[in-house]
């Protein structure tokens, strides 16, 4: 299970192992590991197996070219699946089952994808450390005493155990970077509207998107590949161009101009992870590129700006949830009053009810223009902060999160430190921009740093190519977890 997804697809189409071989090794994986992990709500494993044959038969017969054809992967559970639970995490929806898929579904069974199981998530991806979920905390690979992060904490955690190849999450506000960052993994949060929506279980609209983890970052560029694209039932979706593999992993550092903001270093930052992203900028000099101090001082609204939309937008998204139409209803209401006021009360957890208090606060009329549209200037002129800075730089790169993975319990106990922990990524949520994270090192307990890159709009490839130049050059991507592996804890290497 230390083979890249490409790896195993390539492995596929010469012959060496079918798409069943594989399968079956991942189901193995999962059994022998998840358990310590819970980074699994559900395996199908009958279904797995019968897909994989079905597709092992279209290699055979070269009717499917995807470099990533036959390999198994896993989905975060927010992701609806036609037929088959998909439950965010949530008591409200540990039952359901939806009627239809998600697009990305679609292009994943064309792609000749094998969908093994669905992924443990913070609840209805609201939180960092993905102890939110109704089916239990999610554990972290390189320590089962800390949190993976979050809200993709079960597919971070996956890739990085060997219980997924690959797998998609959902970013908000960092929810695929920040558990990469944790678990020692790449993951991408694309352009927005660069992947579709239609069938995501939505948190925050204006943010949420669809998004790759992986071993590596080409393993992230081709899954990406496979899922991105316009769809009429997403009117915020765009045309895209395929993130050319061959170029990525050929991209030269000459003449790259990468900036480094200088706001992101200061109070609140551990030093471990200032030290490895600094060490990380020297690595892209000596590789030819110029590093150059600029500055973002929107920083510090970052966080408010981020939480007052994200929760705004939540309160409105999870007010279909009444115990009528479809989810959790409580029993021995008298009214329908009361069927609305139990529902909601016992099928959310606290995380979300603070969230949709919050963001019924911001909206409420006394209220509306001290906060709500006061967040949408900032919104304009974070964006407007992103496009000076790159006019002097092409790529920017910085810590993904201030620290490593904290221990379960901590931040569950002081809402307002696993907030700040997204200080960093909501960022280019807020205006839409790609983001990737990548591995840069560890701390002094052995815990993974991550790096994170942010590029202008559509930006994937140079990002991508940028993020790939780092990983031919470094090994930080070829550590996993010896917790698993028979091999000293702090990992080793591929």
Excluded at 224 to 244: M, R, W
Excluded at 338 to 357: A, D, Q, T
Aim: charged share 20%; hydrophobic share 35%.
């Amino acid at each position: 299970m230390k083979m890249t997804a490409l790896d195993v697809g390539r492995a596929i189409r010469e012959g060496a192992i079918t798409s069943v071989d594989a399968t079956f090794a991942m189901l193995e994986a999962i059994g022998q590991k998840d358990a310590r992990l819970n980074g699994y709500i559900r395996v199908f494993a009958d279904l797995a197996l019968q897909r994989a044959e079905e597709v092992q038969k279209k290699i055979c017969a070269g009717e499917s070219a995807s470099p990533l054809a036959g390999v198994p992967f896993a989905i975060k559970d927010n992701i609806c699946t036609e037929g088959l639970p998909t439950t965010c995490g949530s008591r409200m929806l540990a039952d359901f089952s939806p009627p239809y898929s998600a697009t990305i579904m679609k292009k994943l069974e064309e792609a000749g994808a094998v969908l093994v199981g669905k992924l443990n998530l913070d609840e209805f991806c609201m939180g960092s450390t993905s102890e939110t979920s109704y089916f239990g905390p999610v554990r972290n690979p390189w320590d089962t005493s800390r949190v993976p992060g979050g809200s993709s904490g079960g597919a971070a955690a996956s890739v990085a155990a060997g219980t997924a190849f690959y797998a998609y999450g959902s970013d908000t506000g960092g929810s695929i970077r920040q558990p990469c960052s944790y678990c020692g993994v790449s993951g991408i949060k694309p352009t927005y509207g660069t992947v579709s929506r239609f069938g995501l279980i939505a948190y925050a609209s204006s943010l949420d998107q669809i998004g790759p983890i992986g071993r590596d970052i080409l393993d992230c560029a081709a899954a990406l590949n496979q899922i991105a694209g316009k769809d009429p039932a997403d009117q915020t979706t765009n045309e895209s161009t395929p993130i050319d593999l061959a170029a990525a992993r050929s991209f030269s550092g000459k003449d790259l101009r990468i900036g480094m903001p200088v706001d992101y270093f200061g109070e609140g930052i551990d030093p471990d992870v200032e030290a490895r992203v600094r060490e990380a900028a020297e690595k892209y000099k000596d590789l030819g590129a110029t590093v150059i101090p600029i500055r973002l001082p929107i920083v510090e609204y970052a966080i408010p700006t981020y939480y007052i939309i994200a929760c705004a937008e939540a309160c409105s998204n999870l007010s279909r949830y009444d115990g009528i139409k479809y989810g959790y209803r409580a029993k021995g209401a008298e009214n329908l009053s009361e069927i609305y006021i139990r529902s909601r009360s016992e099928g959310f957890g606290l995380e979300v009810k603070r969230r949709i208090m919050l963001g019924n606060y911001v909206l409420s009329s006394g209220y509306y223009e001290a906060y709500y549209k006061k967040a949408l200037q900032a919104k304009a002129i974070i964006k407007k902060t992103f496009d000076e800075a790159f006019a002097s730089c092409d790529l920017m790169i910085g810590p993904t999160a201030p620290a490593t993975a904290p221990r379960i319990g901590e931040s569950l106990s002081d809402p307002l430190k696993m907030y700040l922990g997204d200080i960093y990524t909501v960022l280019p949520n807020i205006v839409g921009l790609p983001s990737a994270s990548i591995p840069c090192g560890s701390d002094r307990n052995g815990m993974p740093v991550g790096l994170q890159l942010i590029g202008p709009y559509h930006g994937e490839q140079l990002m991508v190519g940028a993020a790939s130049l780092f990983q031919r050059s470094t090994k930080h991507h070829l550590r996993v977890p010896g917790l698993f592996d028979d091999c000293e804890e702090g990992g080793v290497e591929r």
